[in-house]
């Protein structure tokens, strides 16, 4: 069964520093492209970021650009959203999606969420002091 597991969610204070994991269990995450995402309470999900297979290269939303960052651990068949100096506005619900692109697309990750079929099951990050 192929699944994805997030964690690492929890409160933080503005300012602070926080570290998602999602990790996969099933399959190898080295051939995926791998986004991540949050919906808040009353809002659409929206994305995060993004890393790709190749490169690896990554792709960020303007909300969270220079604050957060997206990384892959092959060998821990893991990847990483880093979140540095969250402001309340990022409390959500975090989810990590897998997506297998084509070959052709080795170097990019989308950062739309109808372009993953395999979702986590999110974790919660609350930014308050």
């Known amino acids: 069964q192929l699944e994805l597991v997030e964690s690492g969610g929890g409160l933080v204070q503005p300012g602070g520093f926080l570290r998602l994991t999602c990790a996969a269990s099933g399959f190898t995450l080295d051939g995926y492209a791998i986004g991540w995402f949050r919906q808040a309470p009353g809002k659409e999900r929206e994305g995060v970021g993004c890393?790709?297979?190749?490169?690896?290269?990554?792709s960020y939303a303007d909300a969270v650009k220079g604050r957060f960052t997206v990384s892959r651990d092959n060998a821990k068949n893991s990847v990483y959203l880093e979140m540095k100096d969250p402001n309340p506005e990022d409390t959500a619900v975090y989810y990590c999606a897998a997506s297998r692109p084509p070959s052709l697309a080795q170097f990019t990750c989308p950062m739309s969420g109808r372009a993953y079929p395999l979702w986590g099951q999110g974790t919660q990050v609350t930014v308050s002091s």
């Open positions: 890393i790709s297979i190749s490169g690896p290269r990554t």
